[in-house]
């Protein structure tokens, strides 16, 4: 059940550093959690950073510190229990639901739209906020401020697969588990927008057996305001117990810094489809490459087999004409910015992309990661650049542009500013890499010659 509010309208929490004077919901939120086992000791504060709501310390923590420990009983996992009409709505997600992620979208859906003020978790949904800044929730003229950028296209396929999947849950749910009112395409797109920006993939061990576990896709009330930087500064994970969700300092925390976590090497792209925020002076941003294998190329079969065989990458798009169409990405470290899932290299692609030899082509057979020839480097440096500068000059406006109205303009709408950001980046990283490849075109024409 959850907390009384006519109770936890008179009770302030525990400690002064959670008590928010102009706030009563996140008043009654700490209240709830305290009532489960919640003891902020520590002094953790939510409140308001430049990256939106953020947790920030009160006091200095050393290294290997607990924090501060959420009760299990908070949190909202594809193994929660306590959902619906005595658990019969969970039982059938759980059983017809397989995706981790998607689950609990449903579930969080289900407790905000249909159990509303009911749901145990009422305290904690009635602070998430309710407007979200995705690139799905981008109007037609904001999304076309991304226009030449991947993530144009992208977030409109976004857009068709969750219309897709949200009639597929319609079928599914309706009426017997979901009211039709409850189950709308604007409120599943705000639960897996949810789901996607605020969960943990925690692990839960065997309570027999510490060598077995399972991984559950949860939200973990209060730990889901940490904010995401790809420097993080804290941890945080399920303790062995299984009784309490940990945030502990892996490194020293001064008094009065933000915490972070980290959600792995994702760009702006991802960030701005999946968690609804840019990150400024983001090492892990990249730009997307469309490379062809034209489909009177005499090695195409072999070269096909050589990237399947050595860097695991096949084709994304076979065209009518059997054109085979290959995507790799370039970042801002070097030239050989690998996509974490798959370890694509661009140098090792490029140089089968342009080889024109049996010889060299027998040699990539075995090993792809070296140097073929420097008539075969020469040309992927030229490929690539020719790459670069084509896209530079596909973008409706110019870096110039984009600098001149994030300096002069009053850029209040924060959609407009994130994708201003977004393709100034991305033009960014394609000019360092025309200059990069400028510089290894001519060294090896001097070293061809020599």
């Known amino acids: 059940m959850a907390?009384?509010?006519?109770?936890?309208?008179?009770?302030?929490?525990k400690y002064e550093h959670d008590y928010y004077e102009d706030d009563q919901p996140m008043n009654e939120f700490i209240i709830w959690l305290e009532d489960l086992g919640f003891d902020n000791h520590q002094g953790l504060r939510i409140g308001s950073t430049d990256l939106g709501r953020g947790m920030v310390a009160t006091k200095a923590f050393e290294c290997q510190n607990d924090i501060?420990?959420?009760?299990?009983?908070?949190?909202?996992?594809?193994?929660?229990?306590?959902?619906?009409?005595?658990?019969?709505?969970?039982?059938?997600?759980?059983?017809?639901?397989?995706?981790?992620?998607?689950?609990v979208a449903l579930m969080i859906l289900y407790e905000?739209?249909?159990?509303?003020?009911?749901?145990?978790?009422?305290?904690?949904?009635?602070?998430?906020?309710?407007?979200?800044?995705?690139?799905?929730?981008?109007?037609?003229?904001?999304?076309?401020?991304?226009?030449?950028?991947?993530?144009?296209?992208?977030?409109?396929?976004?857009?068709?697969?969750?219309?897709?999947?949200?009639?597929?849950?319609?079928?599914?749910?309706?009426?017997?588990?979901?009211?039709?009112?409850?189950?709308?395409?604007?409120?599943?797109?705000?639960?897996?927008?949810?789901?996607?920006?605020?969960?943990?993939?925690?692990?839960?061990?065997?309570?027999?057996?510490?060598?077995?576990?399972?991984?559950?896709?949860?939200?973990?009330?209060?730990?889901?305001?940490?904010?995401?930087?790809?420097?993080?500064?804290?941890k945080a994970q399920l303790d062995a117990s299984n009784k309490f969700f940990r945030i502990w300092a892996p490194w020293p925390i001064s008094k009065g810094e933000q915490l972070f976590v980290e959600y792995g090497n994702k760009?702006?792209?991802?960030?701005?489809?999946?968690?609804?925020?840019?990150?400024?002076?983001?090492?892990?941003?990249?730009?997307?490459?469309?490379?062809?294998?034209?489909?009177?190329?005499?090695?195409?079969?072999?070269?096909k087999q050589i990237l399947k065989s050595q860097i695991d990458l096949e084709p994304f798009l076979t065209g009518s004409d059997g054109a085979q169409w290959f995507e790799?990405?370039?970042?801002?470290?070097?030239?050989?910015?690998?996509?974490?899932?798959?370890?694509?290299?661009?140098?090792?692609?490029?140089?089968?992309?342009?080889?024109?030899?049996?010889?060299?082509?027998?040699?990539?057979?075995?090993?792809i990661k070296n140097i073929l020839s420097l008539t075969n480097e020469l040309n992927i440096y030229v490929a690539l650049k020719m790459k670069c500068e084509s896209l530079i000059a596909s973008y409706p406006t110019t870096p110039a542009d984009d600098l001149k109205i994030l300096s002069t303009e009053n850029l209040s709408n924060y959609h407009r500013f994130a994708a201003i950001k977004t393709r100034l980046e991305e033009k960014q990283i394609l000019m360092e890499t025309v200059s990069r490849t400028e510089i290894m075109i001519n060294d090896l024409n001097q070293a061809i010659v020599n």
């Open 68 to 103: 501060t420990i959420v009760p299990r009983e908070a949190i909202l996992g594809d193994d929660s229990k306590i959902i619906g009409d005595n658990g019969r709505v969970g039982e059938f997600l759980r059983q017809n639901i397989t995706e981790g992620l998607e689950l």
């Open 267 to 303: 760009g702006n792209t991802e960030l701005m489809m999946y968690y609804g925020f840019h990150l400024e002076n983001n090492p892990f941003s990249a730009v997307r490459l469309s490379f062809c294998i034209e489909p009177n190329d005499r090695f195409l079969d072999k070269k």
């Open 112 to 234: 905000r739209f249909v159990r509303a003020e009911n749901s145990f978790w009422y305290p904690w949904i009635k602070i998430l906020p309710k407007q979200l800044s995705h690139t799905v929730y981008w109007n037609e003229e904001e999304l076309n401020e991304v226009r030449g950028c991947a993530l144009y296209e992208l977030t409109h396929c976004l857009h068709r697969q969750l219309q897709k999947k949200h009639l597929e849950y319609k079928k599914l749910l309706v009426p017997d588990y979901f009211p039709e009112e409850a189950l709308t395409l604007e409120n599943y797109k705000w639960a897996i927008c949810s789901s996607w920006a605020r969960t943990f993939l925690i692990t839960v061990y065997d309570e027999f057996d510490d060598s077995k576990h399972t991984n559950v896709t949860a939200f973990v009330p209060f730990a889901d305001m940490l904010n995401y930087h790809a420097e993080r500064n804290c």
């Open 3 to 13: 907390t009384n509010e006519s109770d936890s309208f008179l009770r302030k929490p």
């Open 328 to 367: 790799v990405q370039i970042g801002k470290v070097d030239l050989t910015y690998a996509v974490e899932e798959d370890q694509v290299k661009v140098l090792p692609f490029l140089r089968v992309l342009v080889c024109d030899d049996e010889n060299e082509l027998d040699i990539a057979v075995k090993e």
